[in-house]
């Protein structure tokens, strides 16, 4: 059974950076087949794609967070992490991650998911 | 930003059916295959629907999906208490080179 979870500070300071982990366990994260997903919640709304990596480490973003984005993976750990730079308030949210599939998109299993809060 | 339309709310009764739409454009949902995601109460979301109209193992058959053009549905049979939850689709928008979320749609069995 795949399991994804997310680790990180739960608080980040303006203007820093949100750097968060997320560990893969139950399958290779160097699979053919998969990216690895970011996707974000900010409180009481929708969802929002940050970007995916594949195991090469080809990288997919957002365009809207693409200037302030880095999404890297360390397939030794069997796990991929997450930099925002530049942080603000409109950062905070439930950051998940997820494992994607590279023709179909569908985002399964998700990790639970992890609270960043952006505040002085 | 939500580029796919979903209608904020939909309610029915126990044992009834629900429909719930997912309108896009030929840059998302009318070229590209469509997922459909539950999310309970303070859960992570999960996979219901995949390429469209396939569940996952697991998933009843109580919820079936389906594409037409350039919009998608997600229909939910014999209605369960258990069935309360905010539903997103879910798909790649080959003009935005962004995967893109629905707006939401929250069910509510009366």
């Known amino acids: 059974q795949v399991q994804l979870q997310e680790s990180g500070p739960g608080l980040v300071k303006p203007s820093q950076t949100l750097s968060l982990t997320c560990t893969v366990s139950g399958d290779s994260i160097s699979s053919s087949g998969y990216y690895w997903s970011w996707i974000r919640q900010h409180p009481g709304k929708g969802l929002e794609w940050i970007g995916y990596i594949y195991y090469n480490g080809r990288t997919y973003y957002n365009p809207s967070l693409k200037s302030r984005l880095t999404i890297l993976v360390d397939t030794s750990n069997n796990r991929f992490s997450l930099k925002l730079t530049s942080v603000t308030a409109a950062d905070t949210a439930v950051y998940h991650c997820?494992?994607?599939?590279?023709?179909?998109?569908?985002?399964?299993?998700w990790g639970q998911g992890t609270l960043v809060t952006v505040s002085s | 930003q939500s580029v796919l339309t979903q209608p904020p709310s939909v309610s029915a009764a126990p044992g009834q059916k629900v429909t719930i739409s997912c309108s896009g454009t030929s840059s998302n949902i009318g070229n590209n295959y469509i997922s459909w995601y539950q999310q309970l109460p303070e859960t992570a979301p999960k996979l219901l629907i995949y390429?469209?109209?396939k569940r996952p193992s697991g998933i009843p058959d109580r919820f079936s999906g389906s594409k037409s053009g350039t919009s998608a549905t997600l229909g939910i049979t014999g209605l369960q208490t258990g069935d309360e939850a905010d539903y997103y689709c879910g798909t790649w928008d080959s003009g935005l080179s962004a995967v893109v979320f629905g707006t939401g749609t929250k069910v509510t069995v009366l």
């Open positions: 390429e469209n109209d």
């Open positions: 997820a494992r994607a599939g590279t023709v179909t998109r569908r985002f399964d299993p």
